[in-house]
């Protein structure tokens, strides 16, 4: 099993402005290598303190390669929806070739009501922006002198710039939060699957239409599957929780208000169910995401049983994507927690 950092910049300037946000993240990513760490990955959201630091993950990213020389480097996820492909293949490409070829590409359909209003795209386009998107991005990149006639960008014949240093590309990941014909057709395709089991409940039965829709389709293997978990690792349990509950509760909560919208009367067909998803997460306590195994805290001890019981749960998975530093954790605290975890339960999954 594999295990990532993840960095998901939940703070907003009244916290940490953002040059130390990043100045302390990236010294995080300089332990990737020396601890066994396998990847560093970054989100892309906009103009709220949830994840608005991030509003291009490649930038992040060409920085973590310069301070890692193993790790693979992991877009978690670029939005299509607010992208022209025609850019993010150039970009994919310059950072492939600025990594040496560690770079793994995650898109997401986003999820967020404001982002899209402010952008003026509306929900209702989002699987159909997503669908189109990621297929001109991987006609640019996999083959040269390409055109292609879309509902949303269209362009002539085009070899985009830089080749990848991966061929035909890099990796794709395809990111999912809950609808069942997402994890279904990532399967289909032939991508990699990245979740969130922050809401408990369906993710065994997620994963297994994942693992069918790829089996059904003949490709070969069984897929990937990566989880992301909030962790922090201490030798005191009670340290471990005092110092964590706070801010991932402030996450929760930070992430509840950005989506909003979605409790607010705001609905598409596209996200069906997304009101009470979001619902659901207001819901949600330091206590219950530990219980449900979405949340990694305690002794090295404690977390090797949560990662054993969890993997148990939903029927295993091939990467676990880890945040560091969320909230307001502080860089001290999240260096000796990621140390921790390094030494004392990566090997144990080795």
């Not at 029927?315 to 921790?340: I, P």
């Amino acid at each position: 099993m594999e295990f990532g950092m993840q960095f998901f910049p939940d703070v907003g300037p009244a916290q940490k402005p953002a040059d130390r946000y990043f100045r302390e993240a990236l010294d995080l990513v300089a332990l990737a290598d020396p601890l066994g760490y396998g990847h560093v990955r970054i989100v892309e959201h906009y103009f709220h303190p949830y994840g608005g630091y991030s509003p291009n993950p490649i930038v992040f990213l060409s920085a973590a390669a310069q301070r890692t020389a193993r790790a693979r480097l992991i877009t978690g996820a670029v939005l299509p929806a607010f992208n022209n492909p025609l850019k993010l293949a150039g970009e994919i490409g310059m950072l492939d070739a600025i990594s040496g070829g560690r770079l793994e590409v995650g898109f997401a359909r986003a999820f967020l009501p404001h982002e899209f209003s402010r952008f003026g795209v509306k929900l209702d386009e989002s699987k159909a922006r997503f669908d189109e998107g990621i297929e001109q991005v991987r006609l640019l990149l996999a083959e040269e002198d390409v055109a292609h006639q879309g509902r949303f960008h269209s362009f002539p014949r085009t070899t985009s710039l830089p080749r990848p240093t991966q061929r035909p590309h890099p990796p794709f990941w395809v990111a999912a939060l809950g609808t069942p014909d997402s994890f279904t057709n990532a399967g289909r395709k032939g991508y990699s699957i990245m979740a969130i089991p922050m809401g408990g409940g369906m993710m065994a039965e997620l994963i297994g239409l994942y693992r069918e829709g790829w089996k059904s389709a003949g490709h070969p293997g069984n897929g990937r599957v990566m989880l992301a978990f909030h962790m922090f690792c201490h030798e005191d349990r009670e340290a471990a929780a005092a110092i964590a509950r706070a801010p991932l509760e402030r996450y929760l909560s930070s992430l509840v208000e950005a989506a909003g919208d979605w409790t607010e009367g705001t609905s598409s067909a596209d996200y069906p169910g997304y009101d009470k998803i979001i619902a659901g997460l207001a819901q949600e306590t330091f206590e219950s995401q530990v219980e449900k195994g979405a949340a990694w805290i305690g002794t090295p001890h404690d977390i090797r049983e949560q990662i054993a019981d969890y993997r148990k749960r939903v029927g295993g998975f091939e990467s676990a994507s880890l945040q560091v530093n969320f909230n307001t954790v502080s860089v001290e605290d999240a260096r000796c927690s990621t140390e921790l975890f390094g030494r004392a339960v990566i090997p144990h999954f080795a």
